[in-house]
């Protein structure tokens, strides 16, 4: 089924005890993408500038994914840089440039229009809603990500937005920031009143919570020993879930609950190297592997 995303493509600068990058693809949908592509063919609503070349297009050519609505205009692209401390739990945003992304209106191709299963990345909720007012067939499902920028600055449309969503999924901090209550599960009531049946909250090394209105899935984060670069584990989640939900066609239970592992194991390749490198070179072999040893880490006797 088809899976469309909206969403930033960038430049980053990163900078971990491990390393440090000027400058490599990254920008939420270009995760998402990636990693969503392993199980659907994804196509991508963003804005680039002329510094997005042949090169960073490469990446994700040979793959299921349709840059038909990937608009390349003058100018630079969104650049971000960020360094994260020793232990790899924080990270300081060292510059955000908007360039191209600050006149982003979305315009969806003719061809993108039926589809089914929706990601809007975490861009103004505006435009967000903008995306979907443009796809004609009623989707499958509507996943949505913010961050306290939007919640704080433009909280009545990110309001507005959340009324046509079904999947939220963000982080813990967001979670209590946008609800004002602290216990997750109460603030999962809160996120219920406005649209979405299904919360998914992301909690970094710690994995990942699901809170639906009818039932309540955990999934841990990968154990690995070593973590090269976080950038981008979040997006890979929302890709590898999304992506596994669009494969499987349908959304009850027992998908949610794979897609939640799905997100789980994507996240944990994309944090092995630096930017997007680990998620181009995965085998959908190494996924299933390590989608099995997520069910023998949990498994126990009652
Ligand atoms: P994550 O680590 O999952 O939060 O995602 C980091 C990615 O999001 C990086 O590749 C950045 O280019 C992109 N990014 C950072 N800040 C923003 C923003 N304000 N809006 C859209 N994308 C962003």
């Given at each position: 089924?088809?899976?469309?995303v909206?969403?930033?493509v960038?430049?980053d ?31 991508v ?9 042949e ?7 040979n793959?299921?994914i349709d840059l ?7 100018g ?6 960020g ?5 790899l ?34 861009i ?20 949505l ?11 009545a449309?990110l ?13 813990d901090d ?6 004002g209550?602290?216990n ?12 979405p ?20 899935f ?33 959304v ?17 390749f ?15 072999a ?5 989608a ?11």
């Amino acid at each position: 089924m088809s899976l469309l995303v909206v969403g930033s493509v960038a430049f980053d600068a990163i900078e971990t005890p491990f390393g440090k990058v000027d400058r490599t693809l990254g920008g939420a949908a270009s995760y998402f993408a990636l990693a969503a592509s392993y199980f659907a063919p994804v196509r991508v609503v963003a804005i680039v500038g002329e510094d997005f070349t042949e090169k960073e297009r490469a990446v994700f050519r040979n793959r299921r994914i349709d840059l038909t609505g990937v608009e390349r205009v003058a100018g630079k692209s969104f650049f971000w840089a960020g360094r994260y401390s020793q232990n790899l739990n924080e990270r300081t945003t060292l510059a955000t440039e908007l360039n191209v992304f600050a006149n982003f209106r979305p315009t969806l191709p003719d061809v993108y229009c039926d589809s089914s299963f929706i990601f809007l990345g975490n861009i103004d909720p505006t435009l967000q809603r903008s995306v979907l007012s443009q796809v004609k067939c009623k989707p499958k499902v509507v996943g949505l990500d913010t961050m306290n920028y939007w919640i704080e600055r433009t909280p009545a449309e990110l309001r507005d937005t959340l009324k046509h969503t079904q999947i939220l999924m963000i982080n813990d901090d967001e979670t209590r920031q946008l609800t004002g209550e602290h216990n997750l599960l109460r603030a999962a009531k809160h996120v219920f009143k406005m649209g979405p049946r299904t919360l998914v909250i992301k909690r970094g090394e710690h994995g990942a919570l699901m809170v639906h209105d009818k039932f309540i899935f955990s999934v841990p984060g990968f154990p690995l020993e070593e973590v090269h670069d976080p950038t981008g584990a979040g997006d890979s989640f929302a890709g590898g879930f999304m992506g596994y939900l669009a494969k499987a066609g349908r959304v009850n239970e027992q998908t949610l609950r794979s897609a939640m592992v799905y997100g789980s194991v994507l996240g944990s390749f994309a944090v092995e190297r630096f930017g997007v490198e680990r998620l181009t070179t995965l085998k959908l072999a190494e996924i299933t592997r390590r989608a099995r040893l997520f069910s023998k880490l949990t498994s126990f006797k009652l």
